[in-house]
C-alpha cells in the first residue's frame, strides 16, 4: 500500500476513483474538516471504529464467544 500525500486549502477538493470526492470543509487550529459526497452504498467508518471492534472480536475470540457479525 502507497500514501498519497495531497495538499489542499479549505473549499478544495479531490476525487477518489470516479464517483467520490473529498472537500476540505475547514481548517481551524489542529483540526480538519472534511465532507465525503459519495454514493450511498459506499461504506465510510471512521478507522478507530474499526480497530475498536477488531479488538472486540479479537477478545471475544479469545474467551470462546461466537463470533456474530464481522467487519
Known amino acids: 500500500?502507497?500514501?498519497l500525500v495531497i495538499s489542499r486549502k479549505s473549499d478544495e477538493s479531490f476525487f477518489?476513483?470516479?464517483d467520490i470526492e473529498?472537500?476540505?470543509l475547514d481548517i481551524?487550529?489542529?483540526k480538519i474538516k472534511i465532507?465525503?459526497?459519495?454514493p450511498g452504498d459506499?461504506?465510510?467508518v471512521r478507522k478507530e471504529l474499526i480497530e475498536t471492534q477488531k479488538a472486540n472480536l479479537?477478545?471475544?475470540n479469545s474467551l470462546?464467544?461466537?463470533?456474530?457479525?464481522n467487519i
Not at 465532507?35 to 459519495?38: K, L, W
Open 35 to 38: 465532507g465525503i459526497n459519495a
Open 22 to 24: 473529498v472537500v476540505v
Open 58 to 60: 479479537d477478545s471475544a
Open 16 to 18: 477518489i476513483g470516479d
Open 28 to 30: 481551524t487550529n489542529n
Open 1 to 3: 500500500m502507497t500514501l
Open 42 to 44: 459506499v461504506k465510510i
Open 64 to 69: 470462546g464467544i461466537m463470533q456474530i457479525e
